[in-house]
């Protein structure tokens, strides 16, 4: 979370990104820029958590068909390989197929 906005000496209000300050004549329209900056932030950071999540799940199914996991693996953790299969394969394939297809690729770069 960034740092509150603070007042500076002659009455006006400050936020700063940690490059740059924007100043605000109240101390409301501070603290919404301060959230949109927030929002921003977070936005990014969720983008390449999912980046990374769904190309680490694109390797899972080489990792899945190089150890022959639909044959050798066991049941664990209260699910079926059958049940983890159909997440590594088709749920991977159809999550990644809208991510990365149809432009959307370009939009969760740009905010990488």
Do not use: C
Request: no cysteine; hydrophobic share 45%.
């Amino acid at each position: 979370m960034s740092a509150a906005p603070y007042q500076a000496a002659d009455g006006r209000w400050i936020i700063f990104d940690g490059t740059s300050k924007r100043f605000f004549d109240t101390e409301q329209e501070a603290w919404m820029a301060q959230r949109e900056v927030e929002f921003v932030r977070e936005t990014k950071a969720d983008t390449r958590l999912l980046w990374d999540v769904l190309h680490r799940m694109k390797q899972r199914q080489s990792e899945w068909n190089a150890l022959d996991y639909g044959n050798t693996l066991d049941d664990a953790e209260g699910v079926t390989a059958a049940q983890v299969g159909a997440v590594v394969f088709a749920t991977t394939d159809a999550l990644t197929a809208i991510a990365f297809g149809s432009g959307h690729a370009t939009n969760l770069a740009r905010l990488l």
